[in-house]
């Protein structure tokens, strides 16, 4: 199978902290990252795509300095929410792409529901 | 531009009929084409896939059919049970500059006992 594991499921913050998301493919090598966000009934909208070793790519209007993500390694990224305001309210999707030949399989973190209040 | 249509948004079914739903993406030359169930604060699980180069697909009672011509492809589920009501997404790769995966915006089954 494919796991990917994402940490914390859920969190309640002041508004101008931050706060850390943990995303690991437990049992594959995952070179490529890419963080979604859900708004309630809402499609998964893309946010970024993390490649290991290298900056992140970002979709347009997604701002940089408000969302750092990091992927060290080769199993995990960490999405990063900077001085969290209110609309930053929303769930966040991690996913790892299982990557063999040509395998483009897309596996997906459970979600972290952000509350900032 | 990237975009991903799916229809319908929402879609009740007695139990035991059949589940259809359709979507069409714009870019020729996406190749892969996975659908998600995703059920209430939990991420989308990986039902069944198809490449470009398979015209149709099949999983038990979930199948996935695709026509390149006309850049639109299906998932079909067949004697629907209580438990397939969850939101389902299609999505559809895409390679111009980096290669990303694109979702519809999502079809909410609802399965009557």
């Known amino acids: 199978g494919a796991v990917v594991s994402q940490h914390p499921s859920r969190v309640i913050c002041k508004s101008g902290t931050s706060v850390k998301i943990e995303c690991r493919s437990l049992?594959?090598?995952?070179?490529?990252m890419f963080w979604y966000r859900q708004f309630p009934k809402q499609s998964l909208m893309l946010m970024a795509t993390s490649n290991e070793g290298s900056k992140a790519t970002y979709e347009q209007g997604v701002e940089k300095d408000k969302f750092l993500i990091n992927h060290a390694s080769l199993t995990l990224s960490t999405l990063t929410v900077t001085s969290a305001h209110p609309e930053d309210s929303s769930f966040y999707i991690c996913?790892?792409?299982?990557?063999?030949?040509?395998?483009?399989?897309?596996?997906f973190g459970s979600g972290t529901q952000l509350s900032v209040l | 531009g990237e975009n991903v249509e799916q229809h319908p948004s929402t879609l009740s079914v007695q139990e035991g009929d059949s589940a259809v739903i359709k979507c069409t993406y714009s870019?020729?030359?996406?190749?892969?084409f996975p659908w998600y169930k995703q059920e209430l604060g939990k991420g989308p699980q990986l039902i069944i896939d198809?490449?470009?180069?398979?015209g149709e697909k099949k999983d038990q009672r979930i199948a996935v059919t695709l026509n390149k011509t006309a850049k639109h492809f299906s998932l079909h589920i067949t004697e629907t049970q209580p438990e397939d009501s969850a939101v389902y997404f299609c999505?559809?790769?895409?390679?111009?500059?980096?290669?990303?995966?694109?979702f519809g915006t999502g079809t909410r089954l609802k399965v009557l006992a």
């Open positions: 996913s790892a792409r299982k990557e063999r030949l040509t395998n483009e399989k897309l596996f």
């Open positions: 870019d020729s030359a996406s190749n892969y």
């Open positions: 198809i490449r470009s180069n398979v």
């Open positions: 999505a559809a790769t895409f390679t111009s500059g980096t290669y990303k995966y694109i």
């Open positions: 049992d594959f090598q995952a070179t490529t």
